[in-house]
């Protein structure tokens, strides 16, 4: 099985890479506030595992002391359809388990169908409400992140 750690400093610019890389990032978020946000509590953060002495695979994991949340799902593209996905997911899904969390959801774009069926296949399905949101600082961007 892949090891995933918890991102350290010297991870930081291989992991921002591999998101741009992944077409994961958006002009409204910075990576690497996200990447401190992620770190700055005990309720969530990065976890990342290395191939090659190069971050292959990256999956941000956190919770509200209720749900867990996925976000930033990454593999490096060349290593892609050999594991490492499931093996992120898998990961977060434990570092969630560990905290006493139950039940784990994610956010999807609906014109990203493989990244949809890929999670179809992991046992996650659609649930049947709806995701609304609204930008507390900085108003003049969109909402969807």
Not at 36 to 52: D, H, I, K, M, Q
Request: hydrophobic residues 45%.
């Amino acid at each position: 099985m892949t090891a995933f750690r918890d991102i350290e400093n010297r991870d930081v610019p291989g992991v921002v890479a591999l998101w741009r890389t992944c077409g994961l990032t958006r002009p409204w978020n910075d990576p690497v506030q996200d990447i401190a946000f992620a770190r700055g509590g005990p309720a969530s953060t990065v976890l990342v595992t290395e191939v090659g002495g190069e971050i292959a695979a990256t999956i941000m994991v956190g919770h509200d002391g209720h749900r867990g949340m996925l976000y930033y799902l990454a593999v490096d593209p060349a290593r892609q359809r050999r594991g490492l996905g499931r093996a992120a997911v898998r990961a977060a899904e434990a570092w969630l388990a560990s905290r006493g969390v139950w039940k784990v959801n994610l956010l999807v774009r609906p014109e990203n169908a493989a990244v949809m069926a890929f999670y179809e296949r992991l046992g996650y399905e659609v649930n049947p409400v709806m995701c609304m949101a609204r930008r507390i600082a900085g108003d003049d961007q969109p909402a969807s992140s």
